[in-house]
Structures are given as C-alpha cells and as structure tokens.
C-alpha cells in the first residue's frame, strides 16, 4: 500500500488512476495538481482527491507513488517542475500516448534521477474528457504498455507492474521507438482519418443534408473523430514521423481500391476487400504479440 498518490493533472486519466487505487485499497491519501485551480477544486469535491496542491511540486512532496496525466507537449515543464522532489524509491510514472519524445523530455529535465521514472501507457480512454468523467474501473481488463529505460530502477518497473495489474490491467513491456511505431499504426493514423474524412462530408456543399442520412456504419468509423483536439494535435506533432509512414502505406493500398474502382476491376476489387473482411473477421482484441514487446515478467505476450 502506499502512502500518498500524487496527482498531477487532474482529469479523466489521472483521476481515474486515483479512483482506481482507492477502490483496489491501494492507498491512504491522494493529494492533486492542475493548471486550473478550479479543476483541482473540483476534483477535491468530487472525492477524487483529498487535497490540492497549489503546484506539481508539492503534489510530489510526501507521495510515494505519482502519475503525471498531462498532455504530452508539457511534460517536459512538468518534469522540470518537480526535479528537485524526484527520489530513489518514489514511483513516477505518466499516461502519455507517445513513449520516444516523453522518454527524450525526461533524459533532458531529470538527468540521473531518470532511473526513478517508468515511462507507461494506458490503452483505455473516453470521448469525454475531465475529472467528471473519471471512473474506477477505466483501466480494468485493459492493456497498459510500459517501456522503462535502461537506467530505470528494476524495483520501481516491478513495483509500476503490481500497481496496474493490481487494478486489473494487463500489463506489456516495450521499447519506446516500438511502441510509437505500433500506436502510429493501431491509433494515430485511425484519429488522423476520422479526422479528415468527417471533415471531408462535411465541407462538402449538401455535407449536411448527407449526415442526416448517416447510419451506424458512418456512426462507428467516425466516433473517434469527436476525440479532444488539443490532445490529439499534440500526439500527432509528437509521433508524426511514425505517422507518416502509415499514412504512407495507407495511400499505397487507397490507391490499389482506387484504381480496382477505375478500372472497373471487380475481381481486383473483390479480392481486396475480401482480404479485409477476411482479416478483420479473424481479428480478436487479446493480448497481442508486439513487436520488441513482452509480458509482465519479460517473456513475449500470449496471443
């Protein structure tokens, strides 16, 4: 158990993260930080936390364990912000989408206390973000990819494992470059097209009058394009090289429909679209075999 769980940012993953550990008896206080101090009032009121920080500093002063849930392009600022309370022993993990360039914040802003940090990442979300929608049971039955450093304390990496399998999360090792390099395919590019195809219907002239047409299919594939803009804006900035490169080969194959569809190819155009079928019907979501990744205990994942 621990003593106190630092907080800081104060949203739906964070304050799930505190939810969760309560629930699971996993600690006595949990003291918050936002860059809103109405934020951290309402997550106070809420019962998420026990307290309010005035900064990140002293929401890391006296916790043994503290998850940074901020966007990814401030937390290099925030890592610098608590420098000084980072120490042998306290567990330090964030919630960010993309590993290589938190990984890289953290070399830069924390030198030789790095070894206290274990980079990890939640595959678990809302549409809906903030503290309102915080839920105890957001990480339950997921997977959580955790990519330590070389310098990262073995202790604290096995200590970052029971945490979230504590809360019933499935918990992969990775490299941060293999990481990236899989989200880029699996959820960054997926946002990037939500984006830009429901754009695309929409700025059409009768755009519109088509979505009051749209059924559950359009429904679906466009759900996650009401996903955070300042969020999304800052994983795809940080991960745009990986991102890149599927868009890459996602024109490759657009192309092949297109010219199938051009052509009046119906057996090229069946054949690609039965490969698809075909596959997405053998997809199950389960523990998946990565590349470069592991299980908890180092071996690869059953999958």
């Not at 309560?22 to 934020?39: D, H, I, N, Q």
């Not at 364990?65 to 610098?80: D, K, L, N, S």
């Not at 755009?207 to 795809?236: C, H, K, N, V």
């Not at 024109?251 to 690609?272: C, I, K, W």
Request: proline share 6%; hydrophobic share 45%.
């Amino acid at each position: 158990m621990f003593r106190q769980l630092g907080v800081i940012g104060c949203g739906l993953m964070g304050g799930s993260f505190a939810l969760a550990l309560r629930r699971a008896g996993l600690v006595g206080r949990v003291v918050g930080y936002s860059k809103s101090p109405s934020t951290t009032e309402r997550a106070r009121r809420l019962g998420v936390i026990d307290a309010a920080a005035e900064s990140a500093l002293l929401a890391v002063s006296g916790s043994d364990i503290v998850i940074i849930a901020v966007p990814v392009a401030a937390t290099e600022g925030t890592f610098r912000a608590i420098r000084h309370l980072v120490e042998p022993g306290v567990l330090f993990m964030d919630v960010g989408s993309t590993k290589r360039d938190v990984v890289d914040a953290a070399r830069r802003a924390l030198r030789e206390r790095v070894a206290a940090f274990v980079p990890a990442h939640p595959i678990a979300g809302k549409e809906a973000s903030g503290i309102e929608h915080a839920d105890a049971g957001l990480y339950a039955g997921r997977h959580v990819i955790i990519t330590p450093l070389p310098q990262t304390a073995p202790a604290l990496v096995q200590k970052a494992t029971d945490v979230w399998s504590a809360i019933g999360a499935q918990v992969l090792r990775m490299t941060p470059e293999n990481h990236d390099a899989a989200f880029a395919a699996v959820s960054h590019l997926p946002h990037l097209l939500a984006f830009a195809y429901f754009n695309a219907v929409v700025n059409q002239p009768a755009g519109r009058e088509y979505l009051q047409l749209a059924g559950p299919g359009f429904r679906d594939f466009t759900r996650i394009a009401a996903s955070s803009p300042d969020m999304w804006r800052d994983i795809l900035l940080a991960n745009r090289e990986e991102v890149l490169k599927q868009a890459q080969r996602f024109r490759h194959v657009l192309g092949a429909l297109e010219a199938a569809l051009g052509n009046s190819n119906a057996q090229a155009l069946e054949g690609l679209i039965r490969q698809a079928a075909e596959g997405r019907s053998g997809w199950q979501m389960g523990a998946p075999r990565v590349p470069g990744g592991t299980g908890a205990n180092g071996t690869p994942p059953r999958g």
